[in-house]
């Protein structure tokens, strides 16, 4: 089974919209954290917000937000006033706890947000 | 500024060569991991480390093989490259979790075509 799907593989929002990326992931363990990824058209990862899965409050950080509703195992980010520079692939991650303590990350296939003038 | 570098951003190499991709990072992080990305499949992880010569397979391990004797330098080979090889590849690194969950860095990828 995927730990981490991502449906929507292509999305638009007009300039100063918000809009929201959907993520659903799956695990038995109860700890873990929730990340999610910006890959520009340059390549590299960028890391934009984490939530843990005993994280009372939802995360943010600047106009990113995380939309956290752990009954459902969603983890939606959530991007307020969009800016043209945040067209790019997105992707959301999980990381469970290992007995080597590296945590490893799964992926899911991403979506490519275009931001329209 | 955490850093990771990897040493081409573009690589061009021939069936059946013997290919190192280096990946070096400046915060001194215990973790190390490859990826490779593909087109509608994410990023797959291949191998990672959480010491130095100390190595654990990924997903993916198939065709590859790793090394790492320096904390700081994680280096992917591909010991008789393929065209089912083409691909991006990404290097990370993050601090020994102790019961956290740190994110992981990333350095800009080498995009490897095998011919």
């Known amino acids: 089974a995927q730990k981490i799907t991502q449906t929507q593989p292509g999305m638009f929002v007009q300039e100063k919209e918000a809009v929201t990326l959907d993520c659903t992931y799956d695990?038995?363990?109860?700890?873990?954290?929730l990340f999610w990824y910006k890959q520009p058209s340059s390549g590299e990862m960028i890391f934009l917000i984490y939530?843990?899965?005993?994280?009372?409050q939802n995360a943010t950080e600047g106009r990113y937000s995380l939309n956290f509703q752990k009954a459902r195992k969603s983890a939606n980010l959530v991007i307020s006033a969009s800016q043209l520079g945040d067209s790019a692939m997105y992707f959301c991650?999980?990381?469970?706890?290992?007995?080597?303590?590296?945590?490893?990350?799964?992926f899911g296939t991403g979506t490519r947000l275009t931001v329209i003038p | 500024d955490v850093k990771v570098t990897q040493s081409s951003r573009y690589l061009v190499k021939r069936t059946g060569e013997k290919v190192f991709l280096e990946c070096v990072q400046d915060?001194?992080?215990?973790?190390m991991f490859w990826y490779r990305q593909d087109p509608g499949l994410g990023l797959r992880l291949i191998y990672f480390?959480?010491?130095?010569?100390?190595?654990e397979k990924g997903d993916i391990p198939e065709g590859y093989s790793v090394s790492r004797e320096k904390k700081e330098r994680f280096s992917l080979i591909l010991e008789s490259a393929s065209t089912n090889q083409t691909s991006m590849y990404l290097c990370?690194?993050?601090?020994?979790?102790?019961?956290?969950?740190?994110?992981?860095?990333f350095g800009p990828g080498t995009r490897l075509t095998v011919t």
């Open positions: 939530q843990g899965s005993y994280d009372q």
């Open positions: 480390s959480y010491d130095v010569k100390m190595k």
């Open positions: 990370a690194s993050s601090l020994w979790s102790g019961g956290r969950f740190y994110e992981q860095y």
């Open positions: 991650a999980m990381r469970e706890a290992d007995q080597t303590g590296a945590n490893n990350l799964f």
């Open positions: 915060m001194d992080h215990e973790n």
């Open positions: 695990t038995s363990d109860p700890s873990y954290g």
